[in-house]
Protein backbone atom coordinates (compact mmCIF):
# COMPACT_ATOMS: atom_id res chain seq x y z
CA UNK A 1 0.00 0.00 0.00
CA UNK A 2 1.02 3.73 -0.57
CA UNK A 3 -0.12 7.15 0.70
CA UNK A 4 0.45 10.16 -1.56
CA UNK A 5 1.53 12.72 0.22
CA UNK A 6 1.76 16.57 -1.10
CA UNK A 7 4.49 18.60 -0.44
CA UNK A 8 4.28 22.63 -0.34
CA UNK A 9 1.03 22.68 -2.36
CA UNK A 10 3.35 21.70 -5.62
CA UNK A 11 4.97 18.31 -5.47
CA UNK A 12 3.38 14.76 -4.43
CA UNK A 13 4.98 11.74 -3.44
CA UNK A 14 3.87 8.53 -2.64
CA UNK A 15 4.92 6.89 0.28
CA UNK A 16 4.62 3.07 1.45
CA UNK A 17 2.56 2.15 4.02
CA UNK A 18 1.51 -0.83 6.08
CA UNK A 19 -1.68 -2.46 5.05
CA UNK A 20 -4.55 -2.83 7.98
CA UNK A 21 -3.77 -6.49 7.70
CA UNK A 22 -0.02 -6.40 7.59
CA UNK A 23 0.09 -3.95 10.46
CA UNK A 24 -2.53 -5.57 12.58
CA UNK A 25 -0.84 -9.30 12.50
CA UNK A 26 2.82 -7.51 13.04
CA UNK A 27 1.18 -5.43 15.82
CA UNK A 28 -0.48 -8.73 17.52
CA UNK A 29 2.81 -10.90 17.39
CA UNK A 30 6.02 -11.23 19.49
CA UNK A 31 8.11 -12.52 16.92
CA UNK A 32 9.55 -9.59 14.66
CA UNK A 33 13.32 -9.88 13.76
CA UNK A 34 15.20 -6.78 12.82
CA UNK A 35 18.12 -7.30 10.14
CA UNK A 36 19.53 -3.48 9.06
CA UNK A 37 22.13 -3.67 6.15
CA UNK A 38 25.33 -4.28 6.87
CA UNK A 39 28.02 -1.50 5.89
CA UNK A 40 28.20 -2.68 1.83
CA UNK A 41 24.43 -1.57 1.95
CA UNK A 42 23.91 -4.94 0.75
CA UNK A 43 24.36 -7.62 3.01
CA UNK A 44 21.51 -8.15 5.70
CA UNK A 45 22.76 -8.33 8.79
CA UNK A 46 21.68 -11.14 11.51
CA UNK A 47 18.45 -10.88 12.59
CA UNK A 48 17.80 -9.83 15.95
CA UNK A 49 14.80 -10.69 18.00
CA UNK A 50 12.79 -7.71 19.28
CA UNK A 51 9.33 -6.06 20.47
CA UNK A 52 7.32 -4.02 18.18
CA UNK A 53 4.63 -1.60 18.58
CA UNK A 54 1.64 0.17 16.10
CA UNK A 55 0.74 3.50 16.78
CA UNK A 56 -1.96 4.91 14.61
CA UNK A 57 -0.78 3.63 11.56
CA UNK A 58 3.00 3.45 12.17
CA UNK A 59 5.01 0.53 13.13
CA UNK A 60 7.96 1.50 15.66
CA UNK A 61 10.67 -0.39 17.75
CA UNK A 62 12.97 0.33 20.60
CA UNK A 63 16.62 -0.67 21.29
CA UNK A 64 16.98 -2.30 24.75
CA UNK A 65 20.38 -0.85 25.36
CA UNK A 66 19.49 2.71 23.98
CA UNK A 67 21.92 3.77 21.26
CA UNK A 68 24.35 1.09 21.96
CA UNK A 69 22.21 -1.36 20.54
CA UNK A 70 23.80 -2.69 17.43
CA UNK A 71 20.86 -3.45 15.46
CA UNK A 72 20.23 0.32 16.26
CA UNK A 73 23.26 1.78 15.11
CA UNK A 74 23.23 -0.18 11.91
CA UNK A 75 19.69 0.83 11.62
CA UNK A 76 20.26 4.46 11.46
CA UNK A 77 23.73 4.39 9.55
CA UNK A 78 22.13 2.20 6.47
CA UNK A 79 18.20 3.64 7.08
CA UNK A 80 16.88 -0.05 5.60
CA UNK A 81 17.19 -3.58 5.83
CA UNK A 82 14.85 -5.97 6.56
CA UNK A 83 12.29 -7.21 8.92
CA UNK A 84 10.61 -10.96 9.65
CA UNK A 85 7.60 -10.82 11.54
CA UNK A 86 3.75 -12.77 11.75
CA UNK A 87 5.40 -14.66 9.27
CA UNK A 88 6.33 -12.31 6.95
CA UNK A 89 9.78 -10.87 5.26
CA UNK A 90 9.45 -7.19 4.42
CA UNK A 91 12.22 -4.84 2.80
CA UNK A 92 11.98 -2.08 5.13
CA UNK A 93 13.47 1.39 5.78
CA UNK A 94 14.18 2.65 9.27
CA UNK A 95 13.40 6.33 11.00
CA UNK A 96 14.54 7.53 14.21
CA UNK A 97 11.63 8.90 16.24
CA UNK A 98 11.88 11.99 18.79
CA UNK A 99 9.79 13.91 20.47
CA UNK A 100 5.86 13.88 21.42
CA UNK A 101 4.93 10.46 19.99
CA UNK A 102 6.99 8.82 22.60
CA UNK A 103 4.20 8.82 25.14
CA UNK A 104 1.80 7.26 23.11
CA UNK A 105 4.59 4.24 22.10
CA UNK A 106 5.29 4.23 26.00
CA UNK A 107 1.66 3.72 26.27
CA UNK A 108 1.62 0.82 23.69
CA UNK A 109 4.73 -1.24 25.32
CA UNK A 110 2.79 -0.80 28.31
CA UNK A 111 -0.28 -2.71 26.95
CA UNK A 112 1.11 -4.99 24.47
CA UNK A 113 3.90 -5.99 27.20
CA UNK A 114 2.50 -5.20 30.57
CA UNK A 115 3.43 -8.79 32.11
CA UNK A 116 6.69 -8.59 31.30
CA UNK A 117 10.12 -7.75 33.44
CA UNK A 118 11.52 -6.30 30.53
CA UNK A 119 8.97 -3.31 30.08
CA UNK A 120 10.68 -1.02 32.44
CA UNK A 121 13.50 -0.78 30.58
CA UNK A 122 11.61 -0.55 27.33
CA UNK A 123 9.96 2.86 28.47
CA UNK A 124 12.87 4.53 29.79
CA UNK A 125 14.95 7.18 28.76
CA UNK A 126 17.56 5.58 27.69
CA UNK A 127 15.35 3.22 24.86
CA UNK A 128 13.31 5.98 23.84
CA UNK A 129 16.16 7.50 22.62
CA UNK A 130 16.72 4.53 20.20
CA UNK A 131 13.14 4.47 18.83
CA UNK A 132 12.65 3.96 15.37
CA UNK A 133 9.70 3.72 12.88
CA UNK A 134 9.64 1.08 10.70
CA UNK A 135 8.28 1.64 7.18
CA UNK A 136 7.38 -0.57 4.54
CA UNK A 137 10.18 0.18 1.27
CA UNK A 138 8.39 -0.04 -2.24
CA UNK A 139 10.58 -2.50 -4.06
CA UNK A 140 8.62 -2.31 -7.22
CA UNK A 141 11.12 -1.52 -10.12
Not at 24 to 39: C, N
Request: hydrophobic share 35%; proline share 5%.
Amino acid sequence: MATTVVLNGRRSVTVPTWSKDELSKIAEADDLHISPFRDDGVTYGTPTWIWSVAVDDALYVRGYNGQKSRWYQAAVRQKSGRIIAAGMTKDVSFEPVDGPINDRIDDAYRAKYQSSSYLRPMISARARAATVKIVPRDTRS
